[in-house]
C-alpha cells in the first residue's frame, strides 16, 4: 500500500534520534558488562591460588578484574551513554508519534488545517522535543523535517489514512510489544533460575565447609556472581518489561477495534487517543529507567 508510512519515511528528527540511541544503548550495555564481568573474574582470582615461577597469576586475575571494572565505570561517568540512549529514545518516540499525527490529520493538525499553518505548528513541536539535547544528538540540518511521504499520506482519503495508521502504527507496534512482552518474560524466568542455582550452590559449599567436607573459599566468588546476575537484571528490567508491554499490547488491541469504526469528524480526538496509548508506555519505560517523565508527547 503507497499510503504508508515507513520508517525511513520518517523526519530527520527521528533518524538522528534513534541512531543516537541505539549507539547510547549499546555503548552502556557494553559497559554494564564489562563492570559485572570485572568482578566476577577478580573474584575468580581470588579463590585460585596459580603461581607461574614469581609470578602470581591468581593476583595478576584480581588486578585484571578490578582494572576492566575501573575504566568501564570512569569511561560511563564521561561519554554518559545512559543520557544518550535515553534521551535519544525519548526524542524519537516523540519525533514518531508527531510525525504520525501529522500524517494522519490527527489532533493537533487536522487535514482542514492548512498545510503551511501544519507545517509552522509541526515545526515548532520538533523545535521544543529537541530544544534541551542538541549536546547529546547530533540532528543533521539537510535532512527534511516533513517527508513527501507524510504529506502524501496526509493528502489520502480519510479509508486511506484510518487503514494506514491501523495496519502501519497501532497494529505493527502490538506486534512489536507482544513479541518484546514474550522475550523479557522469558529472559525474566531465565535469569531467575539462574540466580536460584546460584545461591543454591553457594549453599550447599557453605554447609560442606561447616562440616570440613569443602576446603576452597568460594563464597566471595558466588556472592560476585550473584550480585552482578542481580545488577544485570536491573539493568534489563524483564519483569517491568514484560508486564507494561503486555498491558500495552492489550491496549492497543481496543484502540485498533476502536479505530475500526471510528467516522471522520471524531477521527482527530480518536487518533491522538490511540497515539496517548504508545506514548504512555514509552513515559513508563523512562520513568522506570531514570525517575523522569516526559512531557514531549502530551498536547
Known sequence: MSSQLPDNELPGVWKDADATS????????????????????AALGGVLSWHVGRLDLAAMMILIGFSTALVSELTSWVHEPERAWYDGRAVAESAKTLAWRYSIGSDPFPVNMPRDDAEEVFRARMTEITREIDDVVVFDAADRVITEQMDRLRNAPFVDRRAAYIE????????????????????????????ILAEVAAVVLAFGRVFGQWHMDVAGLFASC???????????QFSPLASAYAVATKELGIQASKLRSVDEDRWPLVAADAEEAISREHTTWLASRTGRVSNRDSD
Open 22 to 41: 541505539l549507539r547510547g544503548q549499546q555503548m552502556a550495555l557494553m559497559l554494564t558488562r564489562a563492570k559485572v564481568g570485572g568482578g566476577v573474574f
Open 168 to 195: 502501519g502504527r497501532t497494529l505493527a507496534q502490538k506486534v512489536w510489544y507482544a513479541q518484546k512482552a514474550r522475550y523479557n518474560r522469558s529472559r525474566a524466568r531465565l535469569w531467575r533460575l539462574f540466580l
Open 226 to 236: 550473584i550480585a552482578a546476575g542481580a545488577a544485570w537484571v536491573a539493568v534489563k
